[in-house]
């Protein structure tokens, strides 16, 4: 270990190391020594360099005895060896003890504190200091003295590359993480969401070990105490829906369940800001001042204006902020069990329903599907509505296999009585193109209906292909939307459709058929709808 460093793991944090500095510390080390800038709207504007999104295809888990049975491995977790682990590490040490500065934030992963955990982070880029000091937990000046030895320590060498000559290293980035040195090393990358994912994936793998579920999920509060879970992937709405003016926000991205409810896991937000208003989005507009980060977005040279419409660096402008930067966020950050569990998706097909409810087998199945769809011409060659799928709502920082999650979800579900709902936020009357897009309100309208409970006694009718019990009736929303094929003008087409996507889904499900758990298979669509 570098000098530094095992100076630094000593307690002896003579400068350059800066431990747990305040906000506007960070932020003036950002515009001195770092290229930040400051905006008109008091945040920093800070830039991940060539890198502005995450490397999933980097990541790599090192295969030792004491987790190597519990992982699920193939392009997810890739495997690595202690030694190439050992190698990059040095690697990321060597080049933090060369910095004429480090900062090093400590902070919890866990509101609850049964199953918290202690994360250091080393870095030295001021900018990185401060988001996690925004997503992670921040102890009080009695924790912090009794901080201790971390349970995981991250070191963020992202402006040093990785070496391909390592091998299980593919290029010059690598984001690896070795659950029994309880160590994650970053090469290669500047974007700070490796360090928030990457505590997540920490997170998943530990988790389960202590029968707690671990979720990538937003999630909110009734005024009655009644708890709502939030699956979506990105551009479903999950964000949008659980920000609700008139429940509390638990949180809006990471989430465990207990035996007892459910914990955020972070203690900020990382929202995204490409055409951010304050009309379309008031509460996270409201929460960019000062503390917040905004990552690549663009600022006027003269006037420090964020120019939130400009997506010219990346489409994938974001903002970092305390959660209790949300006026209506409840802190500490837990809840009960939840009532109900919704899983959101934007069907450019036009076949799933607005609403429908789903059965503890459907919803397990709904849940490993992780489904939505790409629409014709957000991405170049795409001529019409793709599929997209990742189990549990977030392959991607899945540890053990989806079928754990999955089976854990259904247990907790049927111990405290959750309903499971799927929510489409995509197309009706048609795919896209033909179709129309399900309007916002009559999306708030739905949601409103199954927190107020008008959802439960009302007559439903099965979908074909899929199996789904539709309410015939939802306050707020014409009869003639809630059923999609009644709602196509081409009965034909629909039916075609309709048949495709059952395909689709039964398809990208093969993967999990071994292994899973019994019933899973059978919330799946049919394939001999005539």
Same mark, same amino acid.
């Given at each position: 270990?570098?000098?530094l460093?095992?100076?630094l793991n000593?307690g002896?944090?003579e400068?350059p190391?800066?431990?747990?500095?305040?906000?506007a510390?960070?932020?003036?080390h950002? /515009? *001195?020594?770092d +290229? @930040? $800038?400051?905006?008109d709207?008091?945040? !920093?504007?800070s830039?991940? #360099?060539?890198k502005?999104?995450?490397?999933?295809?980097?990541?790599?888990?090192?295969a030792e005895p004491?987790s190597e049975?519990?992982?699920?491995?193939?392009?997810?977790?890739?495997?690595?060896?202690d030694s190439?682990?050992?190698?990059l590490?040095?690697l990321?040490?060597?080049f933090?003890?060369?910095?004429?500065r480090l900062?090093v934030v400590?902070?919890?992963?866990?509101?609850d504190?049964?199953?918290?955990?202690k994360?250091r982070?080393?870095?030295s880029?001021?900018y990185?200091?401060?988001?996690?000091?925004?997503?992670l937990?921040?102890?009080?000046?009695?924790?912090?003295?009794s901080?201790?030895?971390?349970?995981y /320590? *991250?070191?963020? +060498? @992202? $402006?040093c590359p990785?070496?391909p000559? !390592?091998?299980?290293v593919? #290029?010059?980035?690598?984001?690896?993480?070795?659950?029994?040195r309880?160590?994650m090393?970053?090469?290669?990358?500047?974007y700070?969401?490796e360090m928030?994912?990457g505590?997540?994936?920490?997170m998943?793998y530990i988790?389960?070990?202590?029968?707690v579920?671990?979720?990538?999920?937003?999630?909110?509060?009734?005024?009655?105490?009644?708890?709502?879970?939030f699956?979506?992937?990105?551009?479903?709405?999950k964000?949008?829906?659980?920000?609700?003016?008139?429940r509390?926000?638990?949180?809006?991205?990471?989430?465990?369940?207990?035996?007892?409810?459910?914990?955020?896991i972070?203690?900020?937000?990382?929202?995204?800001?490409?055409g951010?208003s304050?009309?379309r989005?008031?509460e996270?507009?409201?929460?960019i001042?000062f503390?917040?980060?905004?990552?690549?977005t663009t600022?006027?040279?003269?006037?420090r204006?964020?120019?939130?419409e400009?997506?010219s660096?990346?489409?994938?402008?974001?903002?970092s902020?305390?959660?209790d930067?949300?006026?209506h966020?409840?802190?500490?950050?837990?809840?009960?069990?939840?009532?109900?569990?919704i899983?959101?998706?934007?069907?450019?097909?036009g076949?799933?329903p607005?609403v429908?409810?789903?059965n503890?087998?459907?919803?397990?199945?709904?849940?490993i599907?992780g489904y939505?769809?790409?629409?014709?011409?957000?991405?170049?060659?795409v001529?019409?509505?793709?599929?997209?799928f990742?189990?549990?709502f977030?392959?991607a920082?899945?540890?053990?296999?989806?079928?754990?999650?999955?089976?854990?979800?259904?247990?907790k579900?049927?111990q405290h009585?959750?309903?499971?709902?799927l929510?489409?936020?995509?197309?009706?009357g048609?795919?896209?193109?033909?179709g129309?897009?399900i309007?916002?309100?009559?999306?708030?309208?739905i949601?409103?209906?199954i927190h107020?409970?008008?959802?439960?006694q009302v007559e439903?009718?099965?979908?074909?292909?899929?199996?789904?019990?539709?309410p015939?009736e939802?306050?707020?929303?014409?009869?003639?939307?809630?059923?999609?094929?009644?709602a196509?003008?081409d009965?034909d087409?629909?039916?075609?459709?309709?048949?495709?996507?059952?395909?689709?889904f039964?398809?990208?499900f093969?993967?999990?058929?071994?292994g899973a758990s019994?019933?899973?298979a059978?919330?799946?669509?049919?394939?001999?709808?005539?």
């Amino acid at each position: 270990m570098s000098s530094l460093l095992a100076a630094l793991n000593q307690g002896d944090f003579e400068a350059p190391v800066f431990r747990n500095a305040a906000p506007a510390i960070l932020m003036e080390h950002a /515009v *001195i020594h770092d +290229a @930040g $800038q400051l905006s008109d709207l008091g945040t !920093i504007v800070s830039f991940s #360099g060539e890198k502005t999104g995450r490397c999933p295809k980097d990541k790599r888990v090192v295969a030792e005895p004491t987790s190597e049975a519990d992982v699920w491995w193939g392009p997810v977790n890739i495997a690595l060896s202690d030694s190439s682990f050992t190698q990059l590490q040095e690697l990321a040490t060597t080049f933090l003890d060369s910095q004429p500065r480090l900062y090093v934030v400590d902070g919890f992963a866990g509101w609850d504190s049964e199953h918290r955990i202690k994360v250091r982070i080393v870095c030295s880029r001021p900018y990185h200091a401060l988001f996690m000091h925004n997503m992670l937990i921040r102890p009080t000046e009695e924790e912090l003295d009794s901080f201790g030895e971390p349970d995981y /320590v *991250i070191y963020n +060498a @992202g $402006q040093c590359p990785a070496k391909p000559d !390592i091998e299980g290293v593919t #290029g010059s980035t690598s984001v690896a993480v070795h659950f029994d040195r309880r160590e994650m090393v970053i090469l290669g990358t500047e974007y700070a969401g490796e360090m928030k994912k990457g505590v997540f994936t920490i997170m998943n793998y530990i988790m389960p070990r202590e029968d707690v579920l671990s979720m990538h999920c937003s999630a909110n509060e009734g005024k009655d105490g009644d708890v709502s879970l939030f699956f979506g992937l990105s551009g479903t709405g999950k964000t949008t829906l659980s920000a609700d003016p008139h429940r509390d926000l638990i949180g809006d991205d990471e989430h465990c369940w207990t035996d007892r409810g459910v914990f955020n896991i972070e203690g900020g937000c990382y929202a995204k800001c490409l055409g951010l208003s304050y009309e379309r989005e008031p509460e996270i507009f409201s929460s960019i001042k000062f503390g917040a980060v905004l990552e690549n977005t663009t600022i006027d040279p003269h006037t420090r204006s964020v120019d939130f419409e400009d997506g010219s660096l990346t489409q994938n402008t974001r903002v970092s902020y305390p959660i209790d930067f949300i006026p209506h966020a409840k802190i500490p950050c837990v809840g009960g069990h939840p009532k109900n569990i919704i899983l959101l998706t934007c069907d450019a097909f036009g076949v799933l329903p607005p609403v429908s409810k789903l059965n503890p087998k459907q919803a397990m199945y709904h849940f490993i599907s992780g489904y939505t769809a790409k629409v014709a011409g957000t991405e170049q060659g795409v001529t019409e509505p793709t599929a997209t799928f990742s189990a549990c709502f977030g392959a991607a920082f899945l540890v053990w296999h989806p079928n754990k999650y999955a089976q854990m979800l259904a247990e907790k579900m049927d111990q405290h009585a959750a309903d499971a709902w799927l929510i489409n936020t995509g197309w009706i009357g048609g795919a896209f193109g033909t179709g129309q897009r399900i309007p916002l309100g009559y999306t708030r309208a739905i949601i409103d209906a199954i927190h107020g409970g008008h959802l439960e006694q009302v007559e439903m009718i099965q979908d074909d292909f899929f199996g789904l019990a539709i309410p015939q009736e939802c306050p707020g929303v014409p009869q003639e939307v809630l059923q999609p094929r009644l709602a196509w003008n081409d009965q034909d087409s629909y039916q075609e459709t309709a048949l495709h996507l059952a395909k689709l889904f039964d398809q990208n499900f093969h993967q999990y058929r071994e292994g899973a758990s019994d019933g899973i298979a059978e919330g799946g669509p049919s394939l001999t709808v005539s």
